[in-house]
């Protein structure tokens, strides 16, 4: 990290709504959602992008009596590009043949950020881009933290903390100038939501890396674009998610006939994405061996998907073991205790430290009758309770 940089900047552009403006709710949310060390090491940057300038002055006025000890701190920075710095924005070409009013937001909208991404090139080592009426939830920054350094040594262009359009991307701040270079270069040509999927196949990841719960959901009723209502939700928003998992380091392994890529280690990830297998039989398990003994506070395991109800664990149950035999790969436990039945798909234990009193070496999901249905495993969550003794 360099000196004097802030960890995150997270980026907002704001234009006049006709009906109902959250800018103010929006800023109010980072910084109420954030505690003091947090702030200390995020800056936000708050661009005012319409051409009426009385707007921007009332805008100006407004956030710095309501804001003012945040600005004075240099976590809080607004800014304004003049009209003259635009490119032309009528008479563009319509494509997707939207109307030729769509066309010029759109585009318009592109040159906003491409402006707003430049200023924050040199402020942070990340950066996130929100929109002017998102709510946050509850030290999201701490959660952000999390999830990069697990990515440490991976590559990645951008990381998705929401669901929605251009909501919660995530960038490294050295991959902005890029970014604000190609939609300079792309503006008229599709929404900016649409220019970013580009930009990060380009730049060589392949699939989306989401991860869960969304850390920002849409506040707004009414979009910037005519007042358009904006019924989008994401519904996997948790305001208070700071209950995340932490999920140890383990080995993951299942006797059930994996379908496709779709394989044990997407269960336990904390990504978007799950373990799928084939028909399971009786006795066939999903065998989680931790690195290190711990002690457990709680454990969530979640089967099937929206699209997919039915591959759900019908019968099944979890357990936790000790007393560990073998060496690297083929580690397992020799005792288990077992803690409760799938009750429709899923399982939920908490309360944990004081109903198991060893420390636990594995835990494995078994199936206990067989299924023609096959099994989607979405997700296990652990929570760990203090180190164990040693």
């Known amino acids: 990290m360099q000196e004097g940089l ?13 009906k109902g403006n959250y800018l103010l709710e929006t800023i109010k949310s ?32 407004d956030i710095s009596q309501k804001f003012a000890h945040h600005i004075i701190a240099g976590r809080l920075i607004v800014i304004h590009v003049p009209e003259d710095y635009y490119p032309v924005l009528d008479g563009l070409k319509r494509n997707y043949n939207d ?31 929100l929109e002017d009426d998102v709510r946050c939830s509850k030290n999201f920054l701490t959660v952000v933290k999390k999830v990069i350094t697990s990515r440490e040594g991976s590559y990645w262009v951008t990381l998705e903390f929401s669901k929605l ?10 991959d902005l100038p890029r970014l604000a270079h190609f939609l300079l270069m792309f503006y008229q040509e599709m929404p900016c939501d649409w220019l970013l999927i580009h930009f990060r196949g380009l730049l060589a990841q392949k699939e989306v890396i989401r991860f869960k719960p969304s850390l920002f959901q849409h506040m707004g009723y009414y979009s910037s674009y005519k007042g358009a209502e904006n019924k989008l939700k994401d519904d996997d928003f948790e305001e208070e998610s700071f209950d995340i998992p932490d999920n140890p380091p383990a080995n993951l392994h299942t ?5 496709e890529n779709y394989e044990a280690s997407k269960a336990y990830s904390s990504i978007d994405e799950y373990f ?19 002690k457990i506070s709680k454990i969530k395991v979640v089967t099937g998907t929206e699209d997919r109800q039915n591959d759900i664990l ?17 580690r397992q436990c020799t005792t288990y205790l077992r803690l409760g039945e ?43 309770s203090q180190t164990p003794n040693q």
């Not at 802030?6 to 006709?18: A, E, P, Q």
């Not at 109420?32 to 009332?58: N, T």
């Open 255 to 259: 006797n059930m006939n994996v379908f």
């Open 276 to 294: 799928w297998g084939k028909a399971p039989s009786t006795g066939d398990f999903y065998g989680i061996v931790f690195e290190k003994p711990i």
């Open 314 to 330: 019908h019968h099944g149950a979890v357990e936790v073991g000790e007393k560990i035999i073998g060496s690297k790969k083929g």
């Open 165 to 174: 359009g251009y909501i919660g991307k995530l960038y490294h701040s050295h």
């Open 99 to 129: 109307p030729e009013d769509r066309v010029k937001f759109r585009s318009k909208q592109n040159v906003d950020y491409a402006f707003l991404l430049n200023f924050c090139a040199n402020l942070s080592d990340y950066y996130v881009m």
């Open 30 to 61: 980072i910084f109420e959602q954030s505690s003091y060390e947090e702030l200390k090491e995020i800056a936000v940057v708050v661009q005012l992008a319409d051409f009426d300038s009385a707007w921007c002055e009332g805008m100006v006025q």
């Open 342 to 384: 799938f009750k429709n798909g899923n399982f939920e234990i908490t309360d944990l430290e004081h109903k198991v009193l060893f420390d636990i070496n594995c835990m494995r999901i078994l199936v206990t009758k067989s299924q023609k249905e096959w099994l989607i495993i979405k997700s296990i969550s652990v929570w760990t």
């Open 6 to 18: 802030r960890y995150l900047t997270i980026g907002l552009s704001s234009v006049k709504r006709k």
